[in-house]
């Protein structure tokens, strides 16, 4: 009897095993059941599109938009196949680009299905789904460029129901963005109300007109970029330099920007990192020397007086006493504060800033009438600026008297010296047809055709039967 | 030369010390022996607690009616039998013959009844009447072999076994183990495939029975130690902190602990684990005390270790001299001047500076004994190694206490205590655990041999020219390392309800606490800042499991003796998880390390991590047997696990067995072939829910983000929720024999198995356009078909001399049938398709190199260039691309297995074991890199002496030259197969006077050697190897892991 008392206990204690403890409870985790419900919900959703585009992003676009042009060349004896042009559809810098541009898309595109059911402050609610569309029609802006024909995601993917798209045209897909574009410009608040990093309504309209020049759509691009000028919210920095380092920012030339702050969390920019020269000492500065300009092809190309060569690039340094001298490193995003401590710097990056609307209303208003007076007025500002004169006053550096297809060269040219190492090299040699002829001239061997577009990262062949890969690769 | 120094010295202080603890020993437990005559004038001898069977106090009589009676136990043909058993009837008094078959035993009267047994041989009982001195001769046991094999929740005779399981008992492990309890098992037990991953002290192995049933959840076996299970996946036990290898947990069971390892292959041995027997299972347990029978017993060794071979490199100068080649052939200037070469010699030979003869000493003390009532087994161990890379090692220390005691004549109270501690300095090797070339195998094998590893001032030169990190100073300097602490505590009590039946509860925990430091001076720091670098992280696990069983026992029928085992219970399991990090940097010293992060002067945002899972389980089994002929075996087990969708929480797990011992039929009992025959067939389902947490739920992922200069928290959804998610299912099927032959003179097993496995969970990589990476999912059928072979030949003859051997082999062919409407998918160079086995790698076929334009207009690469690669354009489109690849080789081995053999010679014994693997295929990723040929600051194999130029046109080694894209071809594949000397050991036994004058019951000196042989074509450090751990997916891959070691072993057993 005593025994089986024990027993009856036993099992008591057994059947209290209660089945509910199978139910999952991840104290760690958030659950997008209870999530997407408040105005800083919405805010955190669109707060995560931000990193994708930081992530790696300056490296990624360095080595696409430089390293396969005239502008840089990896380092001496490096063996980049973007560089020596024998690059397929595995390079890591290509298949990383692809991934992070869906990111930002996907992240989006949650944001978009979410945000508006959300209970909050309409004009808010419409500057944040306005942000997205205007992040989302980024990265296919991007895309577009680099891929050709994409897949043109618009919804989040919540199952496993037709993960499996295909390619859109790219006439299809600049429909979209132009649409995101201009709905982010219509709701995105002005820059007064904006911060670094973040998109304003003028920086919708900046980004359009630069659309609208990529697709050659003149008029229109003029026209966008006429309204960023007569808004009066940017101008340009009296000095050049000043547009990059981290004491003069945000200044009243920068209209879009990647935000960084040492010491912070979410990415490190690592400008300094990459391109300081190995040579001078590790105690002074921590460089890998690793992404350089091109001497023959950039360097020596700047004209007698133009001061941009001399911040963009550097030859020598001298520190305590100390002088050392190398082949031409990137100098453009100095920040001297932080030389030997360059896993992250102060530096805000430019997407878009000032001269690059002059540029665009320049070159628009010359293909559409030829040199006007206001074509060159907004090359010249940026012209003055470059040799130090006021880039407000006429000087006798001003361009005059060119053809219509002179004044189209020259401002090729100029926009080679103004945004060298900003990573819109590649862009502009393919956007104006030039990435075959100079390129075949640059590397001494004819470059083929398919070159005119990245290959689909093979893991994404691999992965989505649908996809068809550009032509040769 | 300096570090020569230290290695010499550091050996001989190492060897005196144990030479001296050795000495110590002895000395002490001698001079106890002399001084035991004055202990017992001054009365101390009643305090001894070994008083009661210690040889130290045998000729003493006490004064009670005890007899002491001694004798010798021979076999028939007179030869003396050590380790036979012999017990006072009646009573738990008992005692074992010694090496040459004496014994000495206490009884209560002279009237008491002696019982001998020993396995395979016939019972004896011996009336003692009177005499004092018994000879007896055991006669060999034609008929029956008691061997009792654990199985899940309870044991079994081996006879009325009817599933497949292969043991180990404590006769087969070695004299003298050290290290961890899979080392025992290699090359022992059919269709166990047991690989080391790497060479680091305490590395990991990847363990697989009958194949891997699944494609991304877990492939390792269940380990169950004394009731509690031991999560094998060691990657997944870390905080993330110390970087580049992981611990096998098994390191934290003392090898000289173990009584047996079972371990259960089949079904209708591992359904009764359900959930978690996919793998097959394998089962633990540790020595316990034999009641009257105090045993001390002392082990310990000393071993140098070295890395097997070292890889052929370039020196100095032809490093210089290739490097020009690239250099001029690209248009630029030459990077040598010709003086230069000439004054570079042999350079720095970084293999040699990196590789030392480590040093690894191993003790160990354990105490057993009891009484009618109670028996314990206590022990600690420590094991000091070196790795054979500098600046790593292991310090371990272990500690058990088993204690079963009987509270009432039908209660018994029993728990198993393991404390292990380990202390563990990490080098990152692997490039696929590093995530980055910071691995001191990859710098050892490709630093520039032109460089020193000082400058002249004596500080370190940092890296190469393209950044390839000084190896020496990244082994010396960084600080990375784990401290282990784990608890394994199983507490059973059992109760005797009637006759036949017996409820047992058991409760067990196992805890894991790790803490890792991480610690990078500014003196090593890499381009970047001179910041120096400290985390900490600390991982905490709790596994605790109740079990709760009740088992019917009875034996009944007169003409036709049948016996019905019904086994009954509920079993609740719980895991929790909690991880923490934390990290800062800029200190303004190198000397706080780790120790004070708050000096630092960057913070790393503080991470925690909490996570658990919980299973509970019905199960029962049923074991029949009629007339001692006809067995049969039911089990079932109903699993409901936390980790699966809402509606599929709960999977039922059956398995039935039939088993026929046709040797005990009339018809057979003519023959005296067969003393034991038994086939055997079984079917069954197990399950697998090795993934990870909340997979069918929607969670969201956190980030930190920066706009505005402040900092922000952006959420995201981190997976496709699938609220389907179930189960993984294998079926097996398995017919297999057991037989001996010619009165046990020798035994075979053969087994046949079928394994599907469906529903597999799979992360199935998805297109990025979606923004994820991959989605869980349950599908596709996976198949795992072989056979195996044991064969045993026991105490073959030779005059004084005996030997045993034992060999077996298994054949295993796995393949996926299918991935429904998944497209096959790549993991690394590996291949995920439907027809192929896991492992599969896939890439270009290498054709040779071109040796001329002619050669080149005419293929299928026009931009290649003289002295380039040249692939086979497999679709004949005129290109090379994607399409061109295939299937150029299999990780998975057609045939494992392994033979040893013990020789028994007067006092010597002498033992070797042997393991092998054929078929399988090696992708030497070191060697890709090894021969890259780019020209870059990365050194080279001396294979690229042999290089193609326009001078040697060879068809094997393309030309140096910058730029050549990187294809992955089978250029790299390698056969894997080989043949090992696992391990070879000469041992002599001190004959029975000499250790009566010494006073010892057993003093054993050997010498042994680990790894000293290996046939292989493979060109690597090693043939078992894993440059990705246990990762199922990435098998068989090379990646600059830490290569294995040979050891060579001289050792001390002591017993008291």
């Known amino acids: 009897m005593k025994n089986l008392r024990l027993l009856s206990l036993a099992l008591g204690l057994l059947i209290v095993s209660c089945e509910d403890n199978l139910e999952e409870n991840p104290q760690s985790f958030l659950s997008s059941e209870n999530f997407y419900n408040s105005e800083e919900d919405a805010e955190a959703a669109i707060y995560s599109i931000y990193q994708p585009w930081t992530k790696d992003h300056s490296r990624n676009m360095y080595i696409m938009n430089a390293i396969p042009t005239d502008e840089g060349v990896p380092r001496v004896g490096s063996s980049d196949p973007l560089d020596l042009y024998e690059y397929g ?198 460089g890998l020397g ?50 030997n401590n360059t896993d992250d710097n102060n530096n805000d990056i430019p997407l878009l800033r000032y001269a690059h609307i002059l540029f665009i209303y320049a070159e628009a208003l010359n293909e559409l009438n030829g040199p006007t007076e206001e074509a060159y007025e907004a090359l010249n500002q940026i012209k003055r600026r470059a040799y130090g004169e006021n880039f ?74 649908n996809l068809v890969q550009n032509p040769g690769y | 030369m300096n570090s020569k120094i230290q290695y010499i010295f550091s050996f001989f202080k190492g060897i005196s010390f144990y030479l001296l603890s050795c000495c110590f020993v002895i000395v002490s437990s001698s001079a106890a022996t002399k001084a035991e005559p004055y202990l017992k004038n001054v009365g101390i001898r009643e305090s001894f607690p070994f ?21 010798t136990v021979l076999d028939e043909s007179g030869l003396p039998l050590p380790g036979v058993n012999i017990t006072e009837k009646g009573t738990t008094n008992g005692t074992q013959t010694d090496f040459d078959g004496n014994f000495t035993i206490q009884v209560a009267s002279s009237e008491a009844i002696l019982v001998f047994s020993f396995l ?174 105090t045993m001390i017993n002392f082990n310990s060794s000393f071993s140098l270790q070295k890395v097997r071979k070292t890889i052929p490199l370039l020196d100095a100068t032809e490093f210089a001299r290739y490097r020009n080649e690239v250099a001029v052939k690209s248009g630029d200037e030459p990077i040598y001047s010709e003086q230069e070469i000439n004054s570079l010699g042999r350079g720095t030979d970084w293999q040699d500076e990196v590789f030392r003869t480590a040093l690894l000493q191993n003790y160990s003390l354990s105490i057993s004994g009891g009484n009618e009532k109670t028996r314990y087994y206590m022990s600690g161990s420590y094991t000091d190694q070196q790795g054979i890379i500098i600046n790593s090692d292991l310090k371990n220390l272990n500690f058990r206490v088993n204690l079963d005691t009987e509270v009432t004549d039908n209660v018994r109270v029993g728990n198993a205590l393991t404390l292990a501690r380990t202390n563990s300095d990490i080098v990152n090797t692997s490039t696929a655990t590093s995530g980055s070339a910071s691995g001191i195998v990859f710098g050892a094998l490709s630093m520039d041999p032109t460089l020193p590893i000082y400058h002249e ?82 991982y905490q696990k709790e596994h605790w499991t109740s079990s709760n069983t009740i088992t019917f026992n009875s034996t009944f029928g007169e003409t036709y003796p049948q016996s019905l085992e019904l086994l009954g219970g509920i079993t609740i399991d719980e895991e929790n998880t909690e991880v923490l990090r934390a990290g800062a940097s800029g200190f303004p010293t190198n000397d706080l390390k780790y120790y004070d992060l708050s000096s630092g002067t960057v913070f790393n945002a503080p991470q925690t991590f909490v996570d658990g899972w919980n299973l509970i389980s019905y199960l029962g089994r049923a074991n029949y047997t009629f007339n001692d002929k006809y067995l049969l075996t039911a089990s079932a087990r109903y699993d409901g696990s936390s980790r699966f969708g809402a509606g599929n929480k709960f999977g039922f797990f059956p398995s039935g067995a039939i088993g026929w011992r046709i040797s005990n039929e009339e018809f057979m009992q003519t023959s005296n072939i067969f003393s034991d025959l038994k086939l055997r067939a079984s079917y069954g389902k197990t399950g697998n829910q090795e993934i990870g947490n909340y997979g069918s739920l929607s969670l969201l992922s956190t980030v930190n983000v920066l706009t505005g200069d402040q900092a922000r928290t952006g959420i995201y959804p981190r997976n496709i929720a699938n609220p389907d998610l ?51 999912v349950n599908l596709g059928e996976l198949k795992n078909e072989g056979v195996e072979l044991a064969i045993n030949a026991n105490t073959i003859r030779f005059g004084e001399a005996r030997l045993n051997l034992s060999f077996n082999a298994a054949k295993n062919k796995s393949e996926i049938l299918n991935l429904g409407d998944i497209e096959p998918f790549f993991v690394g160079e590996s291949i995920i398709r439907e027809g192929l086995p896991l492992g599969s790698f896939f890439g270009y076929v290498y054709e040779g190199v071109f040796q001329n334009e002619q050669e080149i207009e005419n293929s299928a690469q026009p931009e290649a260039q003289p002295g380039d690669e040249r692939f086979a354009d497999l679709n004949e489109d005129g290109r090379i691309n994607a399409e061109d690849r295939q299937v150029i080789g299999n990780a998975q081995p057609d045939i494992i297995g392994g033979f040893s053999g013990k020789l028994f010679y007067k006092n010597f014994e002498l033992s070797a074991r042997f393991n092998y693997s054929v078929g399988n295929e090696i992708y030497n990723e ?62 002599y036994v001190f004959p029975t006077n000499l250790l009566e004058k010494l006073n010892f019951k057993n003093i054993m000196i050997f010498v042994s050697g680990e790894n000293l042989l290996t046939v292989t074509d493979y060109s690597g450090f090693d043939p078992e190897v894993s440059g990705y751990g246990q990762n199922a997916l990435s098998q068989g891959i090379d990646q600059d892991v830490y290569p294995t070691a040979k050891t060579f072993r001289i050792g001390l057993q002591l017993g008291f």
């Open chain 1, 89 to 286: 559809p595995t390079h890591g810098t290509i298949t990383e680009m692809w991934s992070l541009m869906y990111s930002i898309i996907s992240r989006a595109n949650v944001a978009l299905d979410r945000i508006p059911e959300i209970e909050m402050n309409e004009d808010n609610k419409k500057a944040l789904l306005a942000e997205a569309r205007f992040m989302r029609a980024m990265a296919f802006f991007r895309l577009v460029r680099f891929y050709g024909d994409v897949p043109l995601i618009l919804d989040p993917t919540v199952d496993m129901k037709n993960v499996n798209a295909e390619r859109t045209t790219v006439a299809t897909v600049y429909e979209q963005i132009i649409e995101d574009l201009e709905y982010a410009e219509s709701n995105l608040p002005d820059p007064n109300n904006t911060e670094e990093g973040r998109p304003s309504n003028l920086a919708a309209t900046g980004i359009l007109a630069r659309v609208y020049l990529t697709n050659q759509q003149w008029s229109m691009a003029a026209e966008k970029a006429k309204e960023v000028i007569d808004s009066g919210k940017f101008d340009l920095m009296e000095d050049f330099p000043d547009v990059f380092i981290p004491e003069t920012q945000p200044n009243k030339e920068n209209i879009f920007v990647m935000n960084f702050v040492a010491g912070m969390p979410g990415d490190q920019q690592w400008e300094l990192k990459y391109y300081l020269p190995t040579e001078i000492d590790d105690a002074v500065a921590r």
């Open chain 1, 290 to 339: 690793r992404y350089v300009p091109s001497k023959e092809h950039l360097y020596d190309t700047y004209k007698e007086g133009d001061l941009r060569r001399d911040w963009t690039m550097w030859t020598s340094f001298t520190h305590e006493g100390e002088t050392w001298t190398f082949a031409p490193h990137w100098h453009k995003f100095m920040d001297y504060a932080t030389l």
């Open chain 1, 392 to 465: 407000k006053n006429e000087s006798s550096v001003d361009y005059q008297d060119l053809s219509q297809n002179e004044f189209r060269q020259t401002l090729y040219q100029e926009r080679k010296w103004e945004f060298a190492g900003e990573w819109i090299r590649w862009f502009d040699l393919k956007r104006t047809g030039q990435l075959i002829p100079v390129m075949t001239e640059t590397m001494g061997f004819a470059i083929p055709e398919r070159y005119l577009l990245f290959p689909i990262p093979q893991r994404e062949m691999d992965a989505n039967p």
């Open chain 2, 51 to 71: 008083e009661k069977s210690t040889n130290i106090f045998k000729n003493i009589k006490r004064n009670t009616a005890q007899e002491v009676i001694t004798g």
């Open chain 2, 120 to 293: 395979g041989f016939e019972k004896q009982e011996i009336p003692v009447q009177g005499r004092i001195n018994v000879k007896v001769i055991l006669s060999e046991n034609v008929a029956q072999m008691e061997e009792v094999v654990i199985i899940g929740y309870g044991q079994q005779e081996r006879r009325d076994v009817t599933g497949s399981i292969s043991s180990i008992s404590p006769e087969a492990l070695p004299v003298n183990p050290v290290e961890a309890p899979d080392r025992l098992m290699k090359g022992r037990m059919p269709g166990v495939f047991i690989s080391q991953n790497s060479g680091q002290p305490g590395g990991t192995t990847t363990m697989r029975i009958r194949g891997g049933t699944s494609i991304n959840a877990g492939n390792d076996p269940l380990f169950i130690v004394d009731g509690v299970p031991l999560d094998m996946n060691a990657e997944s036990s870390s905080a993330g902190v110390a970087s580049g290898g992981s611990l096998n947990p098994l390191t934290n069971i003392n090898p000289s602990d173990i009584k047996s390892i079972s371990v259960l292959k089949d079904a209708s041995a591992t359904a009764i684990y359900g959930s978690r027997g996919a793998n097959g299972v394998v089962i633990i347990t540790t020595k316990t005390g034999v009641a009257g029978r």
């Open chain 2, 457 to 538: 001032d004596g500080t370190y030169i940092l890296s190469s020219e393209d950044d390839t990190p000084n190896p020496v100073a990244h082994a010396l300097e960084l600080t990375n390392e784990v401290e282990s602490t784990r608890l394994l505590n199983n507490l059973y009590v059992e109760f005797d309800l009637t006759e036949n039946l017996l409820f047992r509860s058991a409760f067990g925990i196992n805890l894991l606490d790790n803490n890792e430091n991480y610690f990078k001076p500014s003196t090593i720091y890499l381009a970047g800042s001179l910041r120096n670098t400290a985390r900490v992280g600390a």
């Open chain 2, 726 to 776: 179930k189960w993984e299912t294998t079926d097996q099927f398995d017919v297999g024999v057991d037989m001996e032959l010619w009165n046990n003179a020798i035994s075979i097993t053969a087994d046949y198995y079928k394994k599907t496995t469906t529903d597999l969970l799979l992360n199935v990589p998805i297109p990025w356009t979606t923004g994820f990476s991959d989605a869980l």
């Open chain 2, 926 to 987: 070191t060697r890709r890199h090894l021969e890259s040929l780019s020209g870059s600051t990365k050194n080279q194999s001396v294979v690229a002496l042999n290089r193609w130029t326009p001078d040697n046109p060879s068809n094997t080694i393309p030309a140096a030259r910058r730029g050549r894209p990187g294809y992955f071809s089978d250029r790299y594949i390698e056969d894997g197969s080989y043949l090992r000397m696992q391990d070879l050991t000469l041992a």
